[in-house]
């Protein structure tokens, strides 16, 4: 398999899982160290498979979600998605900019989905941005190599924890928070009461 697939496949598998799980960036890296790989080449590929791996989630997800979690949240999760589609550029520098942040852009898409957000809007800024926070982060990570190798000897950062706490906030947040309360009444309210009940229709 050649580098410019596997950076393609990683991006690709990441990016269109519903999960918490380690960002694109961090194994690229791996990928480059490990064999000498062009960063540019490698980053750019990741990019494209992980914009067609948010395509593909946005795009299943409001299925899966049909299994998982209530009507209610179902409607409160596509409340939120049909905020994301206000306008082109409104929408589009929005998902820009919070794509340089380090937060996970999977709540994001998966609100995106289940509103049924036109991908136009999203996509495009979703991939300018990741490219640039990309390249940030594996040029930063094959600069302090050092980091990557206790990474690959299975060593956990307090980087690492942190990403993975503030994922879970964030994938809890656009979960339990009530978005037509907050946004219509700016009224802030929590929902925990969210999955379906087995039997349930």
Known sequence: MSMIAAAFLIGLVVDSIPIISPPAWSI???LILKYDANPWVVVVAGVLGSTLGRLLLSQYIPYVA????????????????KRLDGGYWKTSLFVFLYTLTPLSSTALFTA????RANPLYLL???AAGKLISDAVMVFSGKYAASNVRNMLHGKISPTAVVGLVVGLLLIGAIMFIDWRELLEKKRLRFRFKIWKRRGAA
Not at 66 to 81: A, F, H, M, P, S
Not at 112 to 115: D, H, I, L, N, T
């Open 124 to 126: 495009p800024p979703f």
């Open 66 to 81: 049909k299994w998982l979690v209530d009507g209610r949240e179902q409607k409160n999760l596509q409340y939120l998605g």
């Open 28 to 30: 690229l890296v791996i």
């Open 112 to 115: 995106a989905g289940m509103g």
